[in-house]
């Protein structure tokens, strides 16, 4: 099918990036006790990258659902601002509107802000296959991390570290391809004061709620500077 090749044209640079980030959470799933099919579906219906990562600590310290909802909304709460902008869109794509709005993640998010479909190919197919390409590496990743994890006869302790990386490197790519610093500044003084204010158990939802209010409340000054820096 034209649109599905044309999809994976689109997508391959997404490939090494979700299969390797997909087996480190497979294989923290396996070492936090949970089964290969757990991981799976985790990566099914939840598909939340980096809040997959970010729950397997949660659930074993026995983290409550209504916290870790809340944590889910807070750490992928920017879907709701720029998936803004697609709505109309995804409606007018029928059937596929619901999967649409549930797999847009950052990386689909971009290559669909960017994509040029050629005239002979269908477009809301095409978007489509984009969507679940994608999400396709993230599951092959999880089932490659989680099968890994359960037999591999090495120590694989310290896996977790992976979690830490990734946000590591989703900070600085954002930081240097976001042309506002505000929204970064906006996080980083907040996790500095309540970290001070409140101890490390304790600050990481005050700060992403600050976080977020004052960045609505900033919306169009950090609309404008982005405009100027576009024109």
């Known amino acids: 099918m034209k649109e599905l090749r044309f999809a994976l044209k689109q997508t391959f640079p997404i490939f090494f990036t979700y299969v390797f980030l997909g087996i480190a959470f497979g294989v923290m799933m396996i070492e936090a006790g949970f089964s290969i099919l757990t991981a799976i579906l985790c990566s099914v219906f ?39 902008g697609f709505i109309e869109k995804f409606r007018k794509s029928g059937w596929r509107y619901p999967y649409m709005v549930f797999a847009l993640t950052d990386e689909t998010y ?10 002979n190919i269908n477009e809301k197919n095409a978007d489509f296959f984009i969507a679940l390409t994608n999400q396709c590496y993230w599951i092959l ?3 490659l991390g989680a099968v890994a994890g359960s037999f591999l006869p090495f120590d694989l302790s310290g896996i977790e570290f992976s ?17 506002s610093k505000i929204p970064a500044l906006t996080g980083l003084i907040s996790a500095v004061v309540f970290l ?18 004052t960045l609505i409340i900033l919306r169009d000054v950090i609309s404008r500077k982005m405009e100027v820096a576009h024109g």
């Open 46 to 84: 939840i598909y939340a990258g980096s809040m997959q990562i970010a729950m397997i600590p949660m659930l074993i310290s026995g983290s409550s659902f209504p916290l870790l909802a809340i944590m889910t909304l807070f750490i992928n709460g920017r879907h709701l601002f720029y998936g803004v």
């Open 110 to 119: 971009s290559i669909l802000c960017s994509v040029k479909h050629p005239t």
């Open 141 to 143: 990743g999880s089932l």
């Open 163 to 179: 979690a830490t990386a990734f946000f590591l490197v989703v900070v600085l790519n954002q930081l240097s391809q976001y042309k």
């Open 196 to 213: 001070v204010v409140l101890g490390p158990e304790y600050f990481i939802i005050p700060t992403l709620t600050v976080t977020l209010i």
